[in-house]
């Protein structure tokens, strides 16, 4: 059973390029989660998700950053004219619908802005 | 709202030391509280877990007790090894609420 899928592992934009970060969730399982984690901090969450539904994006910046998570396909992160602030490791959890505190992690995708 | 407050590092211990890092946690409610490691350029791995109160958690030597008057979830290891050198991260969450909301991180290093 493939763990957390995360692709592409580096990502490399240049300011006011668009950024797309991808997450396959385990087999069976149906909730995702981003985590942002800045240099030397902790990780911050930012939204979850089940098939076709936004269920909490509290953690969401207000402008430039989007997700979704579709009948069919991965979890799309997306950040509309990047800027250097957005510089972080990007992470992907998920878990299954009964088991939804046990969160599996993948290996996150780590943008750099220039 | 919740948060979590973790043992500043970095650790630095040598081989076959006793390892403590700390971790408190505010929050309403009962959360359920976690140990997440992670190693070089990879992500978090779930290490140990309690789910309520008095509860202990562990895993590969590692062992961690739930204490609710003391809100803490220390994490412990008797004899710790060069492959034990990692990022250690608490975290809580809350039934209803599944974010996972997490301290800063303490990295560990452990030299031979």
């Known amino acids: 059973n493939a763990g957390v899928m995360q692709n592409p592992r580096h990502l490399v934009r240049r300011r006011g390029q668009e950024a797309r970060l991808r997450c396959s969730p385990m087999?069976?399982?149906?909730?995702v989660y981003w985590y942002r984690q800045l240099p030397e901090e902790g990780l911050k969450f930012m939204v979850y998700l089940q098939k076709e539904n936004i269920i909490d994006e509290s953690g969401m910046p207000k402008e430039r950053f989007s997700a979704e998570f579709p009948k069919e396909g991965p979890s799309i992160l997306r950040i509309q004219q990047v800027v250097r602030g957005d510089s972080a490791a990007y992470f992907c959890?998920?878990?299954?619908?009964?088991?939804?505190?046990?969160?599996?992690f993948g290996p996150g995708t780590r943008l750099l802005v220039l | 709202g919740d948060s979590v407050t973790q043992m500043e590092g970095p650790v630095t211990l040598s081989e076959e030391a006793f390892l403590t890092i700390n971790c408190t946690y505010t929050a309403t409610g009962y959360p359920s509280l976690f140990w997440y490691v992670q190693y070089p350029g990879e992500g978090l791995q779930l290490l140990l877990k309690a789910t309520k109160a008095d509860d202990k958690g562990s895993n590969k030597g590692f062992e961690a007790t739930y204490r609710k008057e003391t809100t803490s979830f220390h994490l412990e290891k008797g004899s710790v090894q060069v492959s034990d050198s990692a990022v250690y991260f608490c975290a809580l969450s809350k039934i209803g609420n599944e974010k996972l909301t997490f301290g800063t991180g303490t990295r560990l290093t452990i030299i031979p």
């Open positions: 959890a998920s878990s299954p619908p009964a088991q939804s505190e046990t969160q599996y």
């Open positions: 087999k069976g399982h149906s909730h």
